[in-house]
């Protein structure tokens, strides 16, 4: 197992940080003095490294690669570069490092900082690949004697979804309005959703581009890293607008990322296997090895001014395709994959009540109400109700976190 790496900076060696030295995750940040800025996670720290690189502290191979304060421009510059920054950055801020004295001078206290999207989102692509939760959802929107699709055990099921509705971690999210439609009413009525819900997913960037079809291995190269993700869902105008092209305007209001950036090079000593395949994989979507992560998940749901109940529990590796295996999958058809390209998970439900990663599945429907901590009972979100999702890969002595993913409900728009 891997131990924990040692920094001057004193916060990063606490055992409870998501931020040690061996994780160094990319963000975006302002502060009241400073425009945007692309910045790494030390502990409690940011280190700016758009101050950096325009005070000549950098060795990269192009100007302005920061310059903008989002992540992609770097990106961009391709594996070997991101191998190299990694290792500059695992140096310079390693215990002893004599570049001490000149990157102390860039170091932003988090508590002073604001986060802003860490990357531009290209395109923005959601899969349906964790087995529990399809299983549920099938269950609940069809048949449960055929809950699984007849083509889920052979590809990774998805949706392109709305680039332009990806936010980051602190956006308010406003409550969608819709058409809604129960079964016992003859004709839809427009207005706020009743079931608007959470979906507890990994996202993985695209780091990059492909022109034409690509292995597994391909993909998981072109992988950047993963950001916690949670697809906003209004299950009532899902249940009516679904049929037959799949989930619009139920998943559009926002998709809510964590600040960080974790980089697939952090993660690779968590690295684990997808579960048995219960049907042979056609060829192009064989694994050649470990491409899951071991990484512990759980969400919490915090009423206005109340204590944060823990709804559930679960871990990456409970889903049936790996992000690479999904990315392969996207781009057989020939769909060019660019940088910045954002591909979410899918819901990561676990095999009991307590790992299931929606409220639609943890209410069953909305038939079985929450209790929380308060004493205020939940099916689905309330005005004013504060949703956490947390996760972190375990190693020994430290752990590699992503940081919160954090929105809070406000009440629908008035009615145009
Ligand atoms: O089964 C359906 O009709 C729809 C399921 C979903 O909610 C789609 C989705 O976002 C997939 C996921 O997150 O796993
Ligand atoms: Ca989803
Ligand atoms: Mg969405």
Not at 41 to 69: H, M, T, W, Y
Not at 120 to 142: C, I, K, P
Not at 144 to 173: E, F, K, Q
Not at 174 to 188: E, F, H, T, V, Y
Request: contains cysteine; proline residues 8%; charged residues 20%.
């Amino acid at each position: 197992m891997t131990q924990l790496l040692r920094s001057w900076v004193e916060s990063a060696n606490a055992a409870e940080t998501d931020f040690p030295l061996n994780n160094l995750p990319y963000g975006s940040f302002v502060t009241p003095q400073t425009s945007r800025r692309c910045g790494v996670a030390i502990g409690s720290q940011i280190l700016d490294v758009s101050a950096l690189e325009q005070v000549g502290l950098l060795d990269l191979p192009q100007d302005n690669v920061f310059a903008e304060g989002t992540w992609n421009r770097f990106m961009a510059l391709g594996p070997q570069h991101w191998a190299e920054f990694r290792a500059f950055l695992t140096d310079a801020l390693g215990d002893g490092s004599p570049r001490q004295g000149d990157l102390q001078k860039h170091l932003v206290p988090m508590a002073r900082a604001a986060m802003e999207m860490p990357f531009t989102v290209t395109e923005y692509t959601d899969f349906y690949a964790g087995r529990h939760h399809a299983f549920n959802v099938g269950s609940l929107f069809r048949d449960p004697a055929n809950a699984l699709p007849p083509n889920w055990l052979h590809m990774p099921i998805g949706y392109n979804g709305r680039a332009s509705s990806v936010v980051v971690s602190g956006t308010d999210v406003i409550r969608p309005n819709g058409q809604l439609k129960s079964p016992d009413m003859d004709a839809p009525v427009f207005g706020p959703s009743k079931r608007f819900d959470m979906e507890l997913e990994m996202g993985a960037i695209v780091g990059t581009p492909s022109d034409g079809p690509i292995t597994v291995q391909q993909a998981d190269d072109m992988i950047f890293g993963y950001v916690l993700l949670n697809d906003w869902s209004a299950r009532d105008i899902q249940a009516w607008e679904y049929a037959p092209l799949g989930p619009f305007q139920a998943k559009a209001t926002a998709t809510t990322i964590s600040p960080w950036i974790v980089t697939k090079a952090a993660l690779e000593p968590f690295r684990t296997s997808t579960p048995p395949r219960e049907k042979e994989l056609l060829p192009y979507l064989r694994e050649p090895g470990p491409m899951l992560f071991d990484i512990e998940l759980e969400v919490g749901l915090a009423p206005e001014g109340k204590p944060e109940t823990i709804l559930s529990r679960t871990n990456y590796s409970e889903m049936y395709y790996s992000a690479a295996q999904q990315l392969a999958h996207h781009a057989s058809s020939g769909c060019p994959m660019r940088v910045g390209d954002l591909l979410g998970s899918g819901t990561i439900s676990g095999p009991e009540k307590q790992n299931r990663g929606s409220l639609l599945e943890l209410s069953w429907g909305g038939r079985e109400p929450l209790t929380l901590n308060s004493g205020e009972t939940r099916t689905f979100l309330e005005d004013g109700d504060t949703l956490t999702l947390r996760g972190a890969a375990r190693g020994d002595g430290f752990r590699i976190g992503f940081g919160a993913c954090r929105g809070k409900i406000l009440p629908a728009r008035d009615l145009p």
